[in-house]
Nanobody, 126 residues
Framework: VQLQASGGGLAQPGGSLRLSCATS????????IGWFRQAPGKEREGVAC????????YYSDPVQGRFKISRDYDKNTVTLQMNSLKPEDTAVYYC????????????????????WGQGTQVTVSS
């Protein structure tokens, strides 16, 4: 199982960025995929997760209505479209994958995921 995140960068408040998580070694239908972020001095937090079997989506309250997680089966990627960015969205963003843990959903806690990609820095500043 391998994941590689990309697409971070600098954006102005109110702007947009699109993160991509390239995956290999597993079938997207059988794994939950999550996007997480960690700001300096803060705990890693889940921001958006998608269920492998039925595509159910979960968003944390701070990003609800602004971020969108989606899967591209042709490219084996999971993207995170981030709109209306705020300075508080500044963080290192990671994608992660793991098997579903029984019937529990949402599964969007960082401790629930085993496989991680490297992080990509997102900075929102004017």
């Amino acid at each position: 199982v391998q994941l590689q995140a990309s697409g971070g960068g600098l954006a102005q408040p109110g702007g947009s960025l699109r993160l991509s998580c390239a995956t290999s070694g597993f079938n997207l239908d059988y794994y939950e995929i999550g996007w997480f972020r960690q700001a300096p001095g803060k705990e890693r937090e889940g921001v958006a997760c998608i269920a492998g079997d039925d595509g159910s989506e979960y968003y944390s309250d701070p990003v609800q209505g602004r971020f969108k997680i989606s899967r591209d089966y042709d490219k084996n990627t999971v993207t995170l479209q981030m709109n209306s960015l705020k300075p508080e969205d500044t963080a290192v963003y990671y994608c992660a994958a793991d098997h579903p843990h029984g019937a529990s959903w949402p599964m969007c806690g960082y401790e629930e995921y085993t496989y991680w990609g490297q992080g990509t820095q997102v900075t929102v500043s004017s």
